[in-house]
């Protein structure tokens, strides 16, 4: 196979962890299997090398009879949307939303979160901002309760069926908002992600998520600077046709619980046991 073992020193110089000689100085380290991951490993580890505490990184080739992967022809894409910087210091969400106007001017907005609802004073501003901007909420794979189950802008725990419609996504301390291989936001769609470590880099995964810019935003000044990037140029219209499309997939959603509720229980089927 082409770049397989070809010399002495292949065999007599492999490491077992090549990586373990120097994981004690570095914020992350991570071995290139394919060389299609290129794009995605590259950008993962300059935007942990550039993020606060900022620090080296290692990225190294698999050795020895892996080194084939790299040797394969490969198409190198970037994803649109992919992180190439750290995140901004705390307070960023206020000017990073003003500079793009992504959510100002966003007719479907969304928010997905799975971690939110363990400050306490989030949980309520979280319901207050939702409400008074009729943005939805899903909380996937959610580890706190974010939002109470009878507010009107709560969606449910199924990110599929509305990122795809989304043209803002605001996440939350949330490591995995949708899986990448079943359902993605679109081109043109702008994602910020928000979070006490909204790189996650305590996870060795390159993280197939798109972010315009991560935010280590503190919660209980999250949704403030949020306010008060809303209210300028608030559209009053838009925000009421909103409310009125969240309210209608809220009703199809509980008529989809109804009808499961309908259905009558599966026969049960006689066991019938040896003897």
């Known amino acids: 196979m082409l770049g397989s073992r070809d010399g002495y020193i292949h065999w007599a110089q492999e490491m077992y962890d090549q990586a373990g000689m120097i994981r004690e100085i570095v ?4 071995e290139l ?8 490993v590259v950008d993962r580890a300059l935007a942990i090398a550039a993020s606060e505490p900022r620090g080296p990184v290692y990225l190294f080739p698999a050795a020895g009879g892996d080194r084939g992967a790299g040797h394969r022809a490969c198409r190198l894409r ?15 969400g206020r000017d990073c939303l003003r500079q793009r106007a992504c959510w100002r001017w966003a007719r479907r907005p969304l928010i997905v979160t799975a971690n939110a ?3 306490a004073a989030a949980f309520g501003a979280l319901a207050g901002f939702t409400e008074r901007f009729a ?11 974010s ?30 908002p949708w899986i990448p291989s079943q359902v ?34 503190a919660q209980s000044r999250l949704f403030s600077a949020l306010t008060a990037a809303l209210e300028d140029g608030l559209d009053a219209e ?18 989809r619980l109804e009808g499961c509720r309908a259905m009558p229980p599966p026969a049960r089927r006689r066991r019938i046991l040896p003897g």
């Open 27 to 30: 914020k992350w380290d991570y």
């Open 33 to 40: 299997r394919n060389a299609e991951q290129l794009t995605t």
């Open 78 to 92: 970037r994803r649109p949307g992919s992180v190439r910087r750290g995140p901004a210091g705390a307070g960023c």
């Open 117 to 119: 609802g363990r400050d």
């Open 135 to 145: 943005i939805p909420v899903v909380q996937h794979r959610p580890r706190y309760l």
């Open 147 to 176: 939002l109470p189950s009878s507010h009107a802008m709560n969606l449910g725990f199924d990110p599929a069926r509305l990122v795809p419609k989304a043209d803002a996504i605001l996440v939350i301390e949330s490591d995995v």
């Open 184 to 217: 993605a936001p679109g081109v043109d769609c702008k994602v910020v992600h928000c979070g006490l470590d909204p790189l996650f880099t305590r996870y060795t995964d390159p993280r197939l998520f798109p972010a315009m810019l991560p935010s280590p935003e």
């Open 238 to 255: 838009s925000v009421a046709l909103r409310r009125r499309w969240i309210a209608g997939r809220a009703r199809d959603a509980d008529r």
